[in-house]
């Protein structure tokens, strides 16, 4: 199918020439664009873009044409930490929470990841593949065109297969981009808690072999913090998952300085997620690393938590990347336009620094920048149309409406 997008108002986060895999520190300011502009796709992908002037006869033959006049092209969103499939919501924890109970203490009673896990017994496959296709749905309504998935709600075997089976399943029915994370090690089940190393034997020596048996994940990851999984376990998994291909991507430093972070650097992890503590030290360890510093704004906001430093992050030259955290215990949201302008309201990231934060550094820290991101021939066509705005910066601005008219996700017209 061939789609030429006419008179653009302005298409945003264009690359012409070199393509960027990430941006860092100052660049992260800088966001390009052209204003009256074309775009076409043939077969999927970016064809073509530039200014109206330049658009040619043979590009308008046999294309279907868009106007998107007075609106804005972005690259979609990539979201690069979801839990995705889970079993039911836990909206009675939220009515706890609004009592002052803590994250922790509700985790402690056998509420937070291991209330889902209970869910998750009592659910089929069928189901959670159902319920997921349905919030992916919602998500590509509001701009994303790629999100990761972690399992994690399981706790054993048999029901991490089964979460990861869902995913495969979603990758296969949804037009977005997925990648899948093993997520064994979320939280430690009751009767381990006083020997985590008897849980990790299972996570090592049974779940990984499985995972890996069926093709099921393209991640590892760990939930390395202060009551869930201390440095010495989140190694010993990283360095079984090595056997497997699997690179990591960690839950860091949500509610201590837990050396998650610099676990996640010293295995060359994807990405380190969440960051609410992240000092000097953490600063200085992801600096000359391959990992991506991703925050959750949604998770530190709903559960009243410090906000990640991401502004000194940006500021002593680091890259930024902003995730959802779309969970039905901590972030109950996939809204990645609100993440956008939380990017700006809580963290004080200028609107061209969060705009990277949700297209081009997301993507990498799912690795996917080779194909999504950005506009950029001959990636993916993954971009969403706007309603008709006045600015860029109007898209974190004007929060609470979602302001996405058209989808095209893989060359396709949603």
């Known amino acids: 199918m061939k789609i030429l997008i006419t008179n653009i108002k302005e298409l945003v986060q264009t690359e012409n020439g070199e393509r960027r895999k990430k941006v860092s520190g ?50 979609s969103f990539c979201d690069s930490h979801t839990h995705l499939v889970f079993p039911k919501t836990r909206e009675i924890e939220y009515v706890d929470k609004i009592k002052g109970l803590s994250y922790e203490e509700i985790a402690k009673r056998g509420g937070g990841i ?28 509001m ?39 093993f997520l064994g090690a979320h939280a430690i089940p009751p009767k381990f808690k006083k020997d985590q190393s008897k849980f990790v034997d299972i996570i090592v020596n049974e779940m990984l072999p499985a995972v890996a048996e069926e093709n099921l994940a393209d991640f590892v990851d760990v939930f390395c913090d202060r009551g869930f999984f201390t440095v010495e376990s989140t190694e010993r998994i990283l360095e079984e998952a090595k056997k497997y291909n699997l690179p990591p991507k960690i839950h860091a430093n949500e509610l201590d300085y837990s050396g998650g972070i610099q676990a996640g650097v010293k295995y060359n992890a994807l990405s380190v997620d969440h960051l609410e503590y992240t000092g000097e030290k953490e600063i200085e360890a992801l600096k000359n690393s391959d990992t991506m510093p991703t925050v959750l704004p949604g998770a530190a906001f709903f559960l009243n938590l410090k906000y990640a430093p991401a502004r000194e992050m940006i500021d ?14 901590s972030s109950p949201s996939g809204n990645m336009q609100l993440i956008l302008s939380m990017a700006s309201i809580l963290y004080k990231l200028t609107p061209q620094e969060a705009i990277n934060a949700v297209t081009l550094n997301s993507a990498y ?50």
């Open 365 to 414: 820290a799912m690795g996917v920048e080779s194909d999504l991101g950005s506009i950029a021939k001959g990636k993916k066509a993954n971009l969403f149309i706007t309603k008709e705005i006045p600015t860029m910066e109007f898209m974190p601005y004007y929060y609470g409406t979602n302001k996405v008219d058209k989808v095209i996700l893989n060359g396709e017209l949603i």
């Open 316 to 329: 002593a030259g680091l890259p930024v990347a902003m995730a959802s955290d779309f969970n039905p215990g």
């Open 26 to 75: 100052t660049d992260m300011a800088d966001v390009s664009s052209i204003k009256d502009a074309f775009l076409l796709i043939e077969d999927g992908l970016i064809s073509d873009f530039g200014k109206m002037d330049d658009i040619s006869d043979d590009q308008q033959k046999k294309a279907v044409e868009l106007d998107a006049t007075g609106r804005f092209v972005f690259p």
């Open 143 to 181: 701009g994303t065109g790629a999100v990761e998935i972690k399992s994690g709600y399981g706790l054993d075997t048999e029901q991490e297969l089964k979460l990861l089976r869902a995913a495969k399943r979603l990758k296969q029915e949804s037009p977005l981009t997925i990648k899948s994370t």
């Open 114 to 141: 291991l209330n889902s896990a209970q869910s998750t017994r009592d659910i089929s496959e069928d189901q959670l593949f159902e319920d997921a296709l349905k919030r992916s749905e919602e998500i590509i309504e």
